[in-house]
């Protein structure tokens, strides 16, 4: 209910960031109905048209196998949505229950969050690089992957969001009523970290878009073969003097995209509860 | 005047800069490398650019000329007596180690002993061999079993070959390689340094005992022009092209075919292709799954395949690759044709049937790629579109070549698995000839030939017996041959004396800037 | 005097101030040294003193939300410091807090409605929404607020009104024992006074006993029935209001009552 | 001070030991070994064995921890087996380039990030502020990989202003002049970060000049850029410092992505490789140092606390 | 002529771009030696109005939409800004209520101080120390010599008021605002520092704005009272006059509300209702709807000043009726 209310509010007034709101959703609509709008099997190889300049019908050419990169974008769009909400979901959902809990709970605390300095203490796309060898390369392990380098930064955050709200007088309020540990913890902290977290989720998608592309890149990320733009860069990267549009086009998409979420999110911290601006990442 | 005095202290800055570009670059030769060696010992490690780094600096007895066949190179000459099973090389005098001693038969002889029971293609030889001895300060001597005829392609053949080093450093070698600080070797380059993912430098030899005659291939007369060659890793082949642009590197190897047209065009770069092709092999598993010993149902997945768009796709220009179905390219002596008529045949129905009667019910086959050569990968990516078609099911796994080898190790892993391999004088280095090499192709039939392949020492019955083997091959197919690549290099055009083509491995003896 | 609802007996509350690291070294805050008093069923006894003196912390302790170092606090002749929190649950309707920041002492997420009923659903005072809406609409009344706000949210009142569905998430548990930590401080002169006289009411018309905790000493002589002055973690000089502001003993308590800005004025009120 | 250094190094040992052997543990559960890798395509699968137990690859995984272990509390972080040197003088080659880089990166986030946040800030709400912070953000967005692609097809193949990659030492021949190798990578991973420098200063100081002690500073009739830089800004340094010292840090294990366009013998790079040839001493070794290195940039924040933030005490 | 003369003075605050009216034309004089308080409950407009007159507004969403403020004869709200700023911390000085925070808290407070003084005076570095040990010790700072060293964190809050009331007199202002400056102290420390300010004031001459919402502190300390309500000023007098005759229904009822500690009340005459928000438009006397004597005139028609006794000024239809 809050969400909803917070989108136009946050966007009022704000001309460059209701641009990224929309192309968002034009992202999120190709990645729905990439099936019925791509002109093209995204994976149907024709070697006799390989290396296609832009025009009709390849509207953005074609790759090194022949295949239709228009196509081949507007899946990648679906990538970007899945790898984007995944790795929100699995950060805020482990980082930010040992994030709450720990605040909550000090006893525990002090030992989860004791483990998770240690996993901050790591290299972040280093130790990326060793799980996904370790896993190997698939849509879900680089969700998982990147979801677990966000959720250590959830934790700390969501830690001292906690801690904060943990200490506010409605909760000492609730206590005095009498009531429980749980009812506190999800009745009355969690709504008031909903809009935080909203926030910084958008940061989360943003960046886990370019931590995908980076492991895209060096071979690390999801598999070759499938349509993501992270994997048209780095499969196409040669290219750049023989198809420049083999670059240009899935960069500038990236671009557009994280810049559009980035965007967004500033519009939504403008917005916030002052008590958790400085809390919140961004990165 | 702050901005004048701010332009100056640009301009000192840019001259200094310039200044020592130049100066530093002038007698080094600066190759760009798809990345680094595992190692230097030339007798264990067949990676190819293990070779085209370290045959500047160790050298084996023989070598090959412009033609492919072996001529001496530490050795003078050799007599072969009449049975054919005893052999005496006799060894060129004089000859520096880089360390400063004098090779004698001593050091060859330990060398030869280490290859033959660790070297990578040491055992092709020396399973056939009873004995080696030193039988004078410069004369060697090779006791055969029985009649041995590819010993001296063997020999001459470097890369995991028979190289020199001198006995002190071969006492207690083993299989592992040796450490940097033993690469003492008798080429016209020394081992100068390796710093780690930066460079390896290889600083002339001023000693080097160059061989006589006319330069002519490997062999012939070898000068060391630079006064170093540094090997430089740049992994990602558009920062090797854009460095050798750039004027950062002169020479680059491993080239993407896509772009030759346009380097070639380029008057700032030389391109140079290799004289011998490398090619793709799917591997099939000859001792667990559904391939295992249904050769029909294997002819059924070649019979599906056309290898000329995987071809397009994976290499680029027509003049780059040939879809030839023979081991050996065009024009080599073991070049045959027998077989190469189910090389490409494309033809999608009748594999379809040819495997239902083969008794395939589209159980799946696990399919290994690695994506650390792209051209495995493009040409995996064809082959499975065009498996699918035909009605197989492909399950295509894509690893990092690392993850794949331990894979094909274990035979309940995989059913076809994506390599390739080099060009290689003699058939009988190939690796399907390898009965342990994974596939584990091993059937009598193979035995057969290759006992008598391998026993004879004649040329033309050689060449007869290795196109009934290739025949063999694409009847019970262990492997699949993908076609001819021509891979080639860029290089500046300040370089002098590179030649048209390169033979196997570039070579920098002979070469200035 | 009649048996006490509220017994205290030398309550020490001291704080460990965590220092960075594991091995940091730990400071001892005697925020509350060796405090005793009773409140007598029907009585308003305050506590009053400077900032700091841990005046607000004897009521934190009470209430468990923080944890007595020693000392004993006997409510209906239990010891309520040595209880479990699953044991002082049910004692929680029997003792109620009354916050002073009445925009922080809501949760700004949740209805007058869902505030109001949560109490009543925790002490099985209410088995639906049904019961509990005429409870809290009666509470409401109480307080002076009319029962349409129920579905209203905090931010849409004033401080006043805060305040005064603060004392009715209070009130509608019926407690025995009510501490109201600076429950007006934070409210303007003109509100204050509103609240007081609400409070005031209230306790007399139940006969509820309370604890009023409070820096403003005008506003505690016009509350309590008696008066405790603390000063660093200690009650310093106890009696009656009469005792207190008429015939201090306390060199403290006699500073504090001077320290007081008055205004010269012909008698308005009076 | 001192003390507090030690106690805090002493806290630093079982965050340490958790975090090797959770390296240790990933590393080794890594499919693919490095003997199959030295040995290469043509080696079968008995040799590959052998070559496993002459490295003593083939002992049980915790009695490798252990041995590793000691070795490192010895201060021998053990041998690369691709390299057969040292892991620690691996790391200390890689090690110029990342601290090189990392250095000069710094320098164009001070340079470039810092006055263009100062200036952002002091501009709240004008069209200078606008423009610079959506520019920043802009740049936050670029993948490094791609602007570092385009970056050497412009300044090093078009212009030829800059070399395209590779980095000699700096004790080569060429010596300091051999930075120049660094400025392309520097800038490029400079971007994004200078970006959420600019973003980190700008918002920082936008929070300090709300406080009351900037109006305090005001009402002296203090000038207004002494106001934004004496109270407003040497107070954002707090927050800033911290964004700095883990910047830097970050960027000596994050800079993968941009060593491997420039073809840098950095840090990143080295892992990339010891992972796909298996060099597990190396990998370890890396992962260790840097997770001290990042360890003492923690301490060395809270030791600049200390200096920039007279509140803060050490004990 | 008047140190400091307030005329019709109007502030609007920008709410989403609508400019809302918090200020709505008061006037007022200070002169040399003279403590001018004005009381008024939160959102009167006090503190704007404090702010107004020290030139703070810059850079915040607060406009002065009319009137005048003159300066020892100078129009303030003409000066450019670098003009503004020499009188600024010079000839005007201003301490606030958050002394915790009012503090620059990386500097040393002795090096506040100098910053002040040598902003406006040209004084060594030593002579500034010199100074502001002096001055400190003239605040009652135990071992100022010591202590212009300490780090405001170092302080309690009635120190640091005391170091801002230093800093504040470093330039000899002739007027000195004080907003709210011992509504975050303890009654204690309150009353030291409040002293400490008149005999301050005793000894200089210095003109005083107090701004405050305890009447009992504006009564104590001050000659002159305004109190605001709603952005106007309702009654204002000298404080003899004023307390003496109180003609305003709200200040009447404000006095009642306060509960004082010398006699027993038993309910306390509390000003019904709430104080009005932000946007909210009222016509006629902005106080009709909580007043108890409010007729059909007091919702029709803005009441002007009445004068009750000399300067005792008041806005409202039946001021004599109150104040009788």
Redesign the interface.
């Known amino acids: 209910m ?1 969400v909803l209310k917070l989108m136009p509010s946050a966007l009022a007034g704000r001309k ?1 960031a209701t641009i990224g709101f929309l192309w968002l959703v034009l992202v999120l609509l190709a990645a729905v109905f990439a099936g019925v709008i791509a002109p093209f099997d995204p994976l149907e ?1 024709d ?2 048209n ?2 296609a300049e832009p025009g009709w019908p390849h509207l953005f050419g074609t790759d ?3 295949r239709d990169t228009f196509s081949r974008a507007l899946y990648g769009a679906r990538m970007t949505v899945i790898i984007g909400v995944g790795s929100v979901v699995v950060a805020l959902l482990s980082g930010g229950l040992i994030g709450m809990l720990s605040a909550y709970f000090t006893k525990l605390g002090h030992f989860l969050m ?2 998770v ?2 996993l ?8 990326a ?3 996904i ?2 896993l ?2 698939s849509v879900a392990n680089t969700i998982i992957v990147i979801g677990i380098v966000y959720a250590t930064t959830t934790a700390r955050i969501l830690y001292g969001m906690t801690l904060k709200l943990k200490n ?3 909760v ?9 540990h749980r ?1 506190i913890l999800f ?2 902290i969690l ?2 970290l909903i809009s935080p977290l909203l926030v910084q989720a958008s940061f989360i998608f ?1 960046f886990a878009q ?1 931590q995908a ?2 492991l895209d ?4 990320g999801l ?3 499938v349509p993501s733009w ?1 994997n048209m ?1 780095s499969e196409e ?6 198809a420049p549009w083999l ?1 240009l086009y899935p ?1 500038l998409l ?2 557009l995209s ?2 559009s979420m ?2 967004v999110g ?1 519009a939504l911290r403008d917005n916030i509860d002052p008590r958790f ?2 809390d919140i990442s ?2 | 005047m702050k901005l004048s005095r701010a332009i100056r202290s640009f301009a000192l800055a840019t001259a200094l800069t310039t200044l020592s570009t130049s100066v530093w670059a002038e007698g080094v030769l600066r190759y760009a490398t798809v990345g680094e060696p595992p190692s230097l010992d030339q007798q264990v490690i067949t990676s190819d650019l293990t070779t085209t780094i370290a045959h500047h600096i160790f050298e084996g007895l023989y070598t090959f000329d412009a033609s492919n066949a072996p001529v001496p190179l530490l050795a003078s000459g050799e007599t072969v007596s009449e049975d054919g099973k005893t052999i005496v090389i006799s060894l060129r005098q004089g000859v520096k180690f880089h360390n400063g001693e004098e090779m004698t038969s001593a050091d060859v002889l330990a060398s030869l002993k280490r290859w033959g029971e660790f070297g990578s293609r040491g055992s092709l030889l020396f399973d056939h061999v009873e004995s080696v001895e030193a039988t004078g300060d410069y004369e060697i001597t090779l006791n055969l079993k029985e009649p041995f005829g590819p010993w001296k392609n063997l020999m001459a053949f470097i890369n995991g070959g028979p190289a020199i080093y001198p006995a002190s450093v071969m006492d207690g070698a083993t299989k592992e390689p040796i450490s940097p600080d033993n690469y003492i070797g008798t080429g016209p380059y020394k081992f100068g340094s390796w710093d780690p993912n930066r460079k390896i430098e290889l600083v002339r030899f001023d000693d080097y005992v160059s061989p006589e005659g006319e330069a002519d291939g490997y062999g012939g007369k070898r000068v060391a022009e630079f006064d170093a060659l540094n090997f430089l890793p740049v992994p990602d082949a558009g920062t090797r092209i854009a460095g050798l642009r750039a004027g950062d590197y002169d020479y680059a190897e491993s080239i993407p075919g896509d772009l030759y047209a346009e380097l070639d065009a380029d008057e700032n770069v030389t391109t140079i292709l290799n004289g011998g092709p490398i090619f793709g092999l799917v591997f099939m598993n000859s001792k667990v799954g559904p391939l295992k010993e249904n050769f029909a149902l294997r002819r059924a997945i070649q019979s599906a395949l056309n290898k000329t768009p995987a071809l397009q796709v994976a290499i680029g220009p027509e003049g780059l690759w040939r879809a030839n179905g023979s081991f050996a390219p065009e024009g080599n002596v073991w070049y045959s044709e027998s077989g190469t008529e189910n090389f490409s045949a494309g033809k999608t129905e009748e594999a379809k049937s040819a495997a239902a009667e083969s008794g395939y019910n589209g159980e799946p086959i696990k399919f290994m790629v690695s994506t650390n050569y792209p051209f495995h990968y493009d040409t995996a990516i064809v082959y499975t579109k065009q498996l699918a078609q035909a009605g197989f099911n492909i399950d295509l796994q894509v690893y990092d070549w690392a993850t794949l080898i331990e894979k094909r190790a274990q035979p309940d892993q995989w059913d076809m698995f994506f390599t390739h391999h080099g060009f290689v004088p003699d058939p009988i280095l190939i690796s399907v000839m390898n009965d342990t090499y994974p596939g584990w192709w091993a059937t009598p039939e193979k035995q057969e030939l290759k006992n008598r392949f391998t026993a004879s020492s004649d040329e033309a019955e050689r060449q007869e017996i290795w196109s009934e083997i290739q025949a063999l091959i694409y009847e019970q197919v262990p492997t699949m041959k993908t076609g001819d690549v021509y891979t080639y290099n860029i290089a500046s055009p300040k370089l002098q004396g590179m030649g048209e083509a390169t033979l196997i491995w570039p070579s920098f003896w002979n070469v200035s800037k | 005097m009649t048996e006490a609802i509220l017994s205290i007996r030398d309550l020490k509350t001291h704080f460990q101030t965590q220092a960075a690291g594991f091995l940091g070294e730990k400071k001892v805050i005697k925020a509350v040294d060796g405090v005793s008093f009773d409140i007598a069923p029907g009585e308003v006894l305050s506590l009053v003193g400077e900032s700091g003196c841990g005046k607000s912390t004897v009521g934190r302790t009470l209430t468990h939300l923080e944890k007595s170092t020693a000392g004993q606090a006997l409510f209906d002749g239990q010891d309520i410091l040595t209880l479990s929190p699953a044991q002082f649950r049910p004692l929680r309707r029997d003792i109620q807090m009354i916050f002073q920041d009445p925009f922080a002492s809501l949760n700004p997420r949740l209805t007058i409605e869902q505030t109001l009923g949560e109490p009543l659903f925790i002490h099985g005072l209410a088995k639906n929404w049904a019961e509990a809406r005429v409870l809290i609409a009666e509470t409401l009344d109480l307080v002076g607020m009319a029962p349409e706000v129920m579905t209203r949210h905090p931010h849409e009142f004033s401080g006043g009104q805060r305040q005064r569905i603060g004392i009715a998430r209070v009130m509608i548990l019926k407690p025995k024992l009510v501490i109201a930590d600076e429950a007006v401080s934070a409210l303007d002169v003109s509100i204050q006074a509103q609240v007081l006289n609400l409070i005031k009411k209230l306790q007399r018309d139940s006969g509820i006993s309370m604890l009023f905790i409070s820096h403003d000493l005008g506003v505690v002589r016009h509350i309590s029935d008696r008066v405790a002055v603390m000063y660093q973690g200690e009650i310093v000089e106890m009696g009656t209001k009469h005792e207190i502001f008429e015939n201090p003993q306390h060199a403290y308590t006699r500073k504090l009552l001077s320290a007081i800005p008055r205004i010269k004025t012909r008698q308005v009120n009076a | 001070m001192l003390a507090y250094t030690a106690k805090r190094l002493l806290t630093l040992i079982p965050t340490l030991l958790a975090a090797s052997a959770l390296v240790f543990l990933f590393v080794h559960l890594i499919p693919g070994d490095p003997a199959s890798i030295l040995l290469g395509d043509t080696a079968t699968a008995e040799e590959v064995a052998q070559l496993t137990r002459e490295m003593g690859l083939d002992q049980p995984l915790w009695v490798q921890y252990f041995v590793w272990l000691g070795n490192v509390l010895q201060g021998d972080l053990g041998t690369s087996v691709f390299f057969k040197t040292p892991v620690l003088s691996v790391i200390a080659a890689g090690a110029e380039t990342s601290i090189l880089l990392a250095c000069m990166t710094m320098v164009w986030i001070v340079l470039i990030g810092v006055p263009i946040g100062v200036l952002s800030a002091t501009m709240h709400g004008k069209w200078v502020d606008q423009v610079t912070s959506g520019g920043a953000m802009l740049a936050a967005s670029i993948p490094t990989f791609w602007l570092g692609l385009y970056l050497i097809f412009i300044f090093s193949v078009g212009l030829g202003w800059f070399p395209s990659s590779g980095f000699p030492s700096l004790s080569d021949d060429g010596g300091l002049a051999n930075l120049r190798y660094l400025v392309l990578p520097s800038l490029t991973l400079a971007a994004p970060n200078a970006a959420l420098i600019i973003r980190l200063v700008r918002a920082s100081m936008l929070d300090v000049a709300r406080e009351d002690h900037v109006r305090t500073a005001r009402a002296k009739g203090l000038h207004p850029a002494n106001v934004a830089i004496k109270h407003v800004f040497r107070n954002a340094l707090i927050a800033v410092a911290a964004a700095f010292g883990f910047t830097f840090a970050a960027l000596i294990s994050e800079a993968v992505v941009t060593e491997t366009v420039f073809s840098l013998p950095g840090i990143g790079r080295l892992v990339v490789q010891s992972i796909l040839r298996r060099d597990y001493p190396v990998i370890q070794g890396v992962i260790l140092v840097i997770v001290v290195l990042y360890m003492v940039i923690n301490l060395l924040v809270d030791l600049a606390y200390a200096r920039l933030d007279p509140r803060v005490s050490l004990k | 002529m008047a140190l400091l003369e307030v005329e019709n003075l109007h502030i609007a605050v920008s709410v989403g771009g609508v400019l809302q009216p918090v200020v709505r034309g008061i006037s007022f004089t200070v002169d040399d030696n003279e403590t001018l308080g004005i009381v008024g409950e939160s959102g009167c407009g006090k503190s704007m109005t404090s702010l107004a007159i020290m030139g703070l507004l810059e850079g915040t969403p607060v406009r002065i939409t009319d009137g005048s403020i003159r300066y020892d004869g100078t129009e303030l709200l003409q000066l450019s800004s670098k003009q503004r700023r020499a009188i600024m911390g010079n000839r005007m000085a201003m301490i606030f209520q958050e002394p915790m925070t009012s503090l620059n808290p990386v500097y040393r407070i002795g090096d506040q101080i100098i910053e002040s003084l040598r902003q406006h005076k040209s004084i060594s570095k030593k002579a500034a120390r010199a100074r502001a040990i002096e001055l400190l010790d003239l605040v009652r700072i135990p071992n100022p010599s010591e202590r212009v060293d300490s780090f405001p964190h170092q302080m309690s809050g009635g120190q640091r008021q005391r170091v801002m009331i230093a800093m504040a007199l470093s330039c000899d202002p002739k007027l000195l605002i004080a907003d709210e400056p011992t509504t975050a102290l303890d009654v204690t420390v309150q009353k030291e520092v409040l002293e400490l300010m008149s005999d301050l004031q005793e000894r200089t001459g210095t003109a005083i704005i107090i701004i405050s919402h305890d009447l009992g502190v504006i009564a104590e300390t001050c000659d002159k009272v305004s109190v605001m309500y709603r952005g106007k000023i309702v009654e204002a007098g000298t404080t003899e006059n004023l307390f003496e005759r109180l003609a305003h229904p709200y200040t009447r009822g404000l006095l009642n509300s306060i509960p004082v500690v010398d006699h027993d009340v038993e309910w306390l005459e509390a000003i019904p209702g709430r104080v009005p928000t932000l946007g909210e438009e009222l016509s006629g006397c902005a106080f009709h709807p909580r007043c108890p004597i409010a007729t059909g005139l007091c919702i029709a028609k803005t009441p002007g000043d009445t004068y009750i006794a000399g300067n005792h000024a008041v806005k409202c239809h039946y001021a004599d009726q109150v104040a009788s």
């Open positions: 809050s460059l190889l070697p006799v390989r290396l090194h196998f022949g004791r483990g300095d240690v901050m203490a790591f290299p972040a796309l280093l130790m690089l060793v799980l060898t370790l190997e390369r506010e007088v409605f000492d309020a609730a206590v005095c009523s009498g009531a429980s009812s009745r009355h709504p008031n943003a370019l592309a980076a890149f060096l071979g690390l598999p070759p073969e992270g860069l990267r040669i290219y750049l003097t023989r670059l960069g990236i671009i994280v810049f980035n965007l500033d601006k400085d961004g990165v």
